[in-house]
């Protein structure tokens, strides 16, 4: 059985391989980049906790990643696309079937990026903050 931390981050990365991008969890930059979008889920860091006492509980503010990189002649409109796609699918479900606490994700920053001898790439991290508590720092 996973930890409530995995068992997080899988729903996450379940949620965004339904969308038409396609979607790698902790995998390097391919030299290509699909027609329709790649998006990358970074496990992120937890950071501290909160802790409460009775019970014992760790409360965290779980920072994950999201790169989204598009290609091509029409890279702003695609690019525009895919980041509203994400967050449609992140609002269907702010508690991912309730395993999660509230799901959040910040602002993309986006770049473009010239490759050469190629159409340039526009890409961006975003942030996607998870609420969740666990008994155990290590589950």
Known sequence: MPTPR???LGALYARL???PATTKRGDVLPERVPADGLLILRD???GEPEVTLSPLAYH???R???EAVVQGADRDTAFDTLCASIGVA???DRTLGGICDWVEAEAPRPVDLLVEGAASLKAAVI???LYYSTDDPLS
């Open 90 to 92: 992140i609002a269907a």
């Open 127 to 129: 942030p996607v903050i």
């Open 60 to 62: 965290y503010q779980h």
């Open 6 to 8: 995995e068992a997080i």
């Open 17 to 19: 391989s339904a969308l």
């Open 64 to 66: 994950a990643e999201i």
């Open 44 to 46: 992120g860091e937890p």
